[in-house]
Structures are given as C-alpha cells and as structure tokens.
C-alpha cells in the first residue's frame, strides 16, 4: 500500500512500522510548538500595540481634561454665580499644612506658590470629619506623559512629603460644609446643573428620611429573625444588583430564619446623594450603621460585599468582630503595595492602569484620571437616564436586565469621584491592618469567590487577601467575570449563601 496516499496511514498501527508513528508525533509535536510560538508573537504584538495607542489616547484625554476644567469653570459662574473647587488645577506645592488647636478647631496653613506668604484658614468641626480619610489621588495624578518619563518617577521619589497634607480644594469644600451645618438651615439640597433634578433622583431630598440610605428589607419578619444578612453593592451600582438577582433564588426556609438587608449605598442608587460630602469610609460607615445596625436593631450578621463593597465589609467586620458571623467577598480589590511604594498611588494604578484594552479598565481609567471628562459623562449620560434607559432596553431588550442598566445611571459625579479615590484608593493602606484584625479579633468565617475572567480585578487579589487570613476559603468560578459570577449564576450562587450562612451559625 503506498502510504503517502493513505490518508489514514498514521492512524493504523501496522502501516509503517515504529519509524512511521515517530514521524507523526514529532510532526503534531512541532505543530503545536509552531502555534504556541504564533499565539506568543501575536500577544507581544498586541501588547505593544496596546501601548502606543493607550500613549496618544491618554494623552489626548489630558489635554481634553485640561480645557474642560476651563469650560466648566465658566459654566458653572455663568449658571450657578460662582465656580465649584476642583482638584485638577491645585499642585502639590498647594499642599496646605494641617494641625489641631487645643479649642478642637483645625488650622490649615496654606502656602502660595509663587510667596512664601501663609494664609491661615480656622475650620470649627466636629469630630467627624475625619481628614486623614481624604486620599491624595484626588488631587495627585500626574500626566499620562509626565508619568512615562523615568525622571519623573524618579524625582517623585525623592520628594520629602509633609506630616500631612491635604488639598486646598479640600478645605474650600470642608469651610462650606461646616458653615452648612453651623448655619443649620432648613434649605434641602439642590442638585447641581449638569446633575439630574427628576423625582427619582431628587426623592431623598423631600421625604423622612433624608438622614439615612435607601434599604430593601425581605425575608424573615422582625420577631422570627435568627440572624440579619447585609449586601453591599460595588461601585457605580445599587441594591438591585442583589434584590434583582438573589433575592427571588434564596428558598423559604431560608427566608424563615434570615432577615435579608441589601443597601444602596451613600451617592447611589435611592440613597441621598449630598452634594458637600466627601465620601470617605467614616461618611459610608456611618450611614450603614444609622440605616442597618441601628435601624433594625441589627445583632449578629452575615456580610455579603461586591468590589467595592468588600472594603467597607471589611471595615465593618473589623469593628464589630463578636457580631459578624460570616464575611462572603466577591472580586475584592487588594493589591499590597511593594516596598516603598506609596499605597494609594499604587492601588490607583492597578486599578485604573490606563490603557486602552480591556473596555473594562479603559473605563476604570478614564472615571479614576479625569475629573472634568468624569463629569462629562455623568452631565451626558447621568443627567438624561431616562433617555439612555429607554434606548438600552430598545437595542438591547432581554439581553441585559434593566437593573444593571438603572444602578449605572443612579449616580452623581460628585458622588462616584469622591468614593472612587477616598474608599478604593484612600483605604489602601489600611487594608493591612484590616487583614491583621481580622485574622486576629475575629472569628468569622471567610469565603472569596472570584470570576476566571475578571479583567478588573484579577484573582490574584483574592489569593493576596488568603494569604493575610489563612482560614478563607477561596473559589475561582470558572468562565465568569467582574459581574457574572453573580449575574451568570444567581441560583447557583444564592444555593452557596445558604450553606456558608447555616454553617456558620451552627
């Protein structure tokens, strides 16, 4: 038989002997080293093409950012009769210099950039301003040119930075919020222009209960409740993400025993959006426990958290570590910084890493960089919701449920910008200690679940959080990402809640 025109001759065992066989498996074993070696040349080659174009679009963004800041400082005087502080036009030798009196009061000493003159701000504030918690990403984020040059990076290293620091932005912001209070008016808030002023949105401003976050209450009733369960949504979200997806999959007979309590969180979805707060990790604490712990009288609880809202979990489990008796984590975003890296700063980067591909972090990139294109897009998008809302059910009908669609939409960008820096950039580097408390003080459990293909926030984050507190248990879903591993597994994953509850209290 001639073998070369056989076309199963390498298949047969008794056509051409060992030689043959050989042949073959060398032939498929080239192959496949002939295609790892494409797949590796087509990698570096997008890789490199994602460098350059994220170089001239991120630079065209610096520059668009930059006008904007102009654009909408005369925008805002021409509608609003003044101009809204911002961080982008404020340097670090602007830095102003913070300490206490005795009297309680705060002296910001402000240093002029071109005078060695001082001018002398008194804050009178309550306790609960807590300036610490303000992160300097807001007002310390170079250039996308300027941070590609090594003498750049090299200079920011050896700048000496003060005991502490904080933006003057931030103290015209603080002056106007302690004045509100001291004051003590009745006038409710006013959203701005470029925010949405429809009944939804402004909902919170006329009723009750102004004072305390919009909560979503199901399962077992006040006098049969064994033990309650917090959700906490990401960032740019609201309680529907859990209300629409988890709550009709638990069953019954769990709905008999816990009291279920997903949250909006302070800024978004139904929640008050105050137009002078900061939104730092006190400012969110402090309404969860108005609007949850105390509202319901709240003793021994679950924590279920998203993103973002892993890092508010971990806050809250850390301070009531006898009452917490589970902590389930989705995607949380901790990346321990390298020596002598400056947390913040690196948590910024790795979160919003400016580049171009995946959709996903050029998103990230964009709302964590640019103050002004942020507020674009929220005056854009944001302010017209309903529209944007009508035309994504339209296109994209039953692909996507409308929950997703309105929790995006349910924001403002004062909200989302403050939160974005003073909670994920801001916390960075308490997060260790966080961890450490954890580990030690309390004995929760710890279960991580995280999507294969999260482009966001990559496994790697959970496997760094295990490593700080061995007990966790740690599932990568296979197949999902950032949302799915909720949005694409609701019965699956509610059926997994369950157990981690009942295990837990028994």
């Not at 502080?85 to 913070?98: D, F, G, H, T, V």
């Not at 401003?205 to 976050?213: A, D, G, H, Q, V």
């Amino acid at each position: 038989m001639n073998f070369v025109t056989s076309p199963h001759f390498c298949c047969q065992p008794n056509s051409g002997g060992v030689f043959f066989r050989a042949v073959c498996f060398f032939s498929q074993k080239r192959m496949a080293v002939y295609k790892d070696q494409i797949v590796s040349i087509i990698t570096m080659a997008g890789g490199f093409l994602n460098h350059i174009l994220s170089f001239f679009v991120f630079t065209l963004l610096d520059i668009l950012d930059f006008i904007l800041c102009y654009w909408y400082k005369i925008a805002d005087f021409c509608v609003e009769a003044e101009w809204k502080p911002c961080y982008c036009s404020s340097s670090a030798k602007e830095a102003a210099l913070i300490t206490s009196s005795c009297s309680g009061d705060i002296l910001v000493s402000e240093q002029g950039e071109y005078s060695n003159k001082k001018k002398i701000v008194r804050l009178s504030c309550s306790n609960k301003l807590q300036l610490e918690e303000i992160s300097d990403t807001l007002y310390k984020r170079p250039s996308f040119v300027s941070e590609a040059s090594k003498s750049t990076a090299t200079a920011t290293k050896l700048i000496r930075r003060p005991t502490f620091t904080v933006n003057p932005t931030i103290v015209e912001m603080l002056q106007g919020k302690i004045k509100g209070r001291q004051q003590q008016t009745s006038t409710l808030p006013i959203p701005r222009w470029s925010e949405c002023d429809c009944e939804t949105c402004t909902a919170w401003t006329c009723s009750s209960s102004k004072e305390t976050l919009f909560v979503k209450a199901d399962g077992a009733k006040e006098d049969e409740v064994k033990e309650d369960v917090l959700f906490i949504h990401g960032f740019i979200s609201s309680s529907a993400f859990w209300t629409e997806t988890i709550y009709p999959n638990m069953s019954e007979a769990c709905k008999s025993k816990y009291r279920l309590l997903a949250v909006d969180l302070l800024g978004f979805g139904r929640s008050p959006k105050p137009i002078d707060s900061l939104y730092t990790l006190t400012d969110h604490l402090e309404m969860i426990e108005k609007s949850i712990i105390d509202a319901y009288k709240v003793k021994s609880f679950h924590i279920v958290a998203h993103s973002l809202g892993c890092i508010l979990a971990l806050a809250l489990a850390v301070k009531y570590p006898d009452s917490v008796k589970s902590l389930t984590l989705l995607a949380p975003p901790y990346f321990p910084a390298p020596r002598g890296e400056q947390a913040t700063q690196y948590m910024m980067r790795r979160v919003a890493p400016r580049r171009v591909w995946p959709p996903i972090a050029f998103g990230a990139s964009v709302a964590c960089w640019y103050e002004h294109i942020g507020r674009t897009l929220c005056l854009v998008i944001c302010k017209n919701h309903h529209f944007w809302e009508f035309l994504t059910k339209l296109v994209i009908r039953n692909r996507m449920r409308t929950y997703l669609v309105e929790g995006f939409f349910q924001h403002t960008h004062n909200s989302a910008w403050h939160t974005l820096h003073n909670i994920i950039c801001g916390t960075a580097a308490k997060m260790e200690e966080y961890l450490e408390e954890l580990k030690n003080r309390s004995k929760c459990d710890v279960t991580i679940f995280h999507g294969e293909d999260d482009e966001l926030i990559p496994v790697e984050c959970s496997y760094n959080m295990q490593s700080k507190i061995p007990r966790a248990k740690v599932k990568v879903v296979h197949n999902k990402d950032h949302i799915t591993i909720v949005v694409g597994r609701k019965e699956a994953f509610a059926r997994e809640l369950e157990g981690i509850w009942d295990n837990a209290s028994g």
